[in-house]
């Protein structure tokens, strides 16, 4: 039919290029970090571009759910303000009738987004969560990069070597500059490498002598040594999925349900039933009066979608603290929100409308 493979077609078209302007928009702001994080020593720089794919894939579903929320807000409105809408009411197509080739368009989107959120969120999460573990948990020896100053994990050290073996991790020509609570160390050696002592790691410096000046009194010591150990507590990396939520897969959240894991999950199925009554918000919020061109109706769509998906957090959080149970938090937030969106359809269809022809109190034409 004419009408909907027209709607079809402008709303597949709205849709790629929101999707393509909001996701650059992202990305950018995502490589701004990353890149800032790796500057600061937080990530390791061979993974800035692994990290960056996991932040998108975990971001993808929110740009989803917008940008086709945006194209139908933004079609319909066009067509509002053209008034093809005033055409098509006027041969007897309500606004009901547009329901269904929006979702003929949406629902694959919407299936990628559940995809998205109920399976690659905790992979991505989990993926990235390690990879920043990794490098945090690395000996500050490693982390050193010969010619470079380096800080240690704590903030307390600052480590310069002039070579390094990386095969046995030894290093020759350390300086080590180290402030304690009352008192600053500058130490030195000829030679470093790193020893596994029970669960602990230290840094072994020979041949070298340690400076220390306390702050308070401001007297010197000086001490040379053979061998001298430095503590730099490295600890086997643990799975990410033991501490956060966020890293446990769907099922896993089903199985063991705790009030954190069920406020994780019902921030992930909020995500996608959103997605959905987002659909059905945006065929209502989109109507507006063509003899008024203005972009109000998508400053309040926006709006509309902020509040939602603030709601959506804040349902997580009633969840994890113990306030409300997954069932009644899912109703109560989405479950008002179809209701909203459907009232708002419906009141969108009965009257509330600009339609020209009831202006005289006749009949739609046939």
């Known amino acids: ?39 600061n020593g937080a990530v390791a720089p061979a993974d800035v571009v692994l990290l960056m794919g996991y932040a998108a894939l975990s971001h993808l579903p929110t740009i989803l759910a917008l940008s086709l929320f ?9 067509m509002y303000r053209d008034s093809e809408m005033a055409i098509w009411f006027s041969s007897g197509v309500a606004l009901t009738r547009f329901v269904a080739p929006v979702l003929r368009v949406s629902w694959p989107v919407l299936l990628v987004v559940a995809v998205l959120v109920l ?9 990235s969560a390690e ?25 307390r050290r600052v480590f310069f ?3 390094r073996s990386d095969e046995s991790m030894n290093a020759r020509g350390v300086f ?12 030195s050696a000829r030679s470093a490498h790193l020893e596994t002592i029970g669960s602990d790691r230290f840094l072994v410096l020979d041949t070298g002598q340690r400076n220390q000046t306390d702050r308070q009194t401001g007297e010197h010591a000086l001490a040379s ?17 033991s501490r956060s939520p966020k890293t446990i897969a769907t099922v896993e959240l089903l199985l063991n349900p705790t009030p954190r894991n069920q406020g994780e999950l019902v921030w992930r199925l909020g995500l996608v039933f959103g997605a959905v009554n987002l659909v059905l918000l945006a065929i209502g919020l989109a ?36 306030r409300f149970e997954l069932g009644p938090a899912l109703a109560m937030v989405h479950g008002g929100a179809l209701a909203l969106a459907l009232s708002l359809v419906w009141w969108r269809d009965h009257g509330t409308v600009w339609r020209p022809w009831r202006l005289g109190g006749g009949q739609a034409p046939s």
């Open 131 to 155: 990879l920043r573990e990794r490098y945090e948990q690395r000996s500050d020896l490693s982390r050193v990069t010969p010619g470079v100053f380096q800080t240690s994990r704590d903030g």
């Open 70 to 78: 945006i194209a139908i807000v933004v079609t319909l409105g066009r």
């Open 287 to 322: 109507a507006i009066n063509p003899r008024r061109a203005t972009n109000w109706n998508l400053l309040f769509a926006l709006l509309g979608f902020v509040v939602y998906y603030n709601l959506i957090n804040l349902s997580q959080a009633w969840v994890s603290s113990g």
């Open 176 to 187: 080590v500059l180290a402030s304690g609570e009352r008192d600053d160390s500058l130490t």
């Open 161 to 163: 070597i002039d070579k």
């Open 1 to 39: 039919m004419l009408f909907d493979s027209k709607l079809r077609q402008e709303l597949a078209r709205g849709f790629g290029a929101t999707l393509v302007v909001i996701l650059t928009i992202v990305i950018t702001m995502m490589l701004i970090r990353v890149l800032g994080q790796a500057a």
């Open 119 to 127: 399976l690659v969120w905790p992979w991505g999460n989990r993926s």
């Open 225 to 241: 040594f053979v061998r001298y150990q430095l503590l730099v507590g490295e600890q086997q990396v643990q799975s990410a999925s």
